[in-house]
């Protein structure tokens, strides 16, 4: 559509301005393009029975799935140390236990999958483990297996499935049965004051970590997926 | 002089530093990495775009750093 419209000046003279519209077909591509970075947070997608709720942030090109976890299963090798029951990852000789870890409610845990879809599947393009304070401030455990960004190095499983949903409990399957080994490990004086456990007759209680701030035992952390985990 | 601000998770700061500052600078830091908790392997990005350690931090410029991933030995 075109319009001529002639205005007539101040100073007398005419100026005739002509306005030509026409509708360009790029919206969505305009739209995408503006969009490109922005993700969307989605509270409760679905639920895991042994695990709780999941939420999901959303981009463009992938997902990130955070599950709130209350417990790290800790398939280890342990020694007794004062009558406390502690981690020895690099050990071959002490015994190996498959005990779990409570989180006591001031360590916030964020067990994070981050997924892309390739065609008519889904695929899991990672798994992270975050210990969180009050503030959402992220932290990396005194654990091993965990990389400095706390990608776990969560050994081989199947990395292809039919949605989100499968690609998250696949992953949460594949964290609760793998053991913890000295690979990417660091001190274990940390680990030992943060994982301790108390024998008692017939299973073994998580004990309180063993320093008032928790914090001090961790490296803070700040990535692109920390940014995306929703607690 | 010059005014940077600098992000390392949820907390920031703004401090003034030299004009020859530059990221590498930034990252090795004794006083934000006090203040920030940051570690020694981090990359600096501004408005998403990870920077070269040897490149002086422009004047008002705000940083975002982040944890570095490291590999398996």
């Known amino acids: ?231 | 002089m010059k005014n940077i601000t600098v992000k390392y998770g949820v907390d920031s700061i703004t401090k003034q530093v030299e004009d020859s500052f530059t990221f590498g600078d930034l990252q090795e830091n004794d006083s934000f990495q006090a203040a920030l908790g940051f570690g020694d392997r981090t990359k600096a990005l501004v408005e998403g775009i990870e920077q070269d350690r040897g490149t002086v931090i422009p004047s008002g410029a705000t940083v975002r750093l982040e944890t570095a991933a490291n590999t398996k030995a």
């Open chain 1, 1 to 231: 559509m075109q319009t001529t419209e002639i205005i007539l000046r101040d100073n007398g003279t005419l100026t005739e301005r002509v306005i030509r519209e026409r509708n360009l077909n790029a919206e969505e591509s305009v739209l995408e393009a503006l969009t490109e970075g922005m993700t969307r947070n989605l509270r409760n997608v679905f639920t895991l029975p042994d695990w709780g709720s999941v939420h999901a942030n959303v981009g463009s090109t992938d997902a990130v799935w955070t599950v709130v976890i209350n417990r790290i299963p800790l398939h280890a090798r342990f020694r007794l140390s004062n009558n406390v029951l502690v981690p020895a990852f690099a050990s071959n000789t002490d015994v190996e236990l498959p005990l779990i870890w409570h989180a006591p409610k001031e360590v916030r845990l964020a067990f994070v999958v981050r997924t892309e879809s390739e065609g008519d599947c889904v695929r899991v393009c990672g798994n992270w483990l975050f210990a969180c304070d009050g503030d959402n401030r992220g932290y990396r455990l005194p654990l091993p297996n965990l990389h400095d960004d706390c990608l776990i190095c969560t050994g081989n499983f199947a990395e292809h499935h039919a949605t989100g949903q499968e690609c998250v409990t696949a992953s949460l399957e594949q964290f609760r049965k793998s053991k913890w080994n000295a690979d990417l490990m660091r001190t274990i004086e940390k680990s030992q004051q943060f994982f301790r456990f108390q024998p008692t007759n017939d299973t073994f209680d998580t004990l309180p970590i063993a320093v008032t701030d928790w914090t001090t035992l961790c490296d803070k952390v700040s990535t692109h997926i920390m940014e995306r985990v929703i607690l």
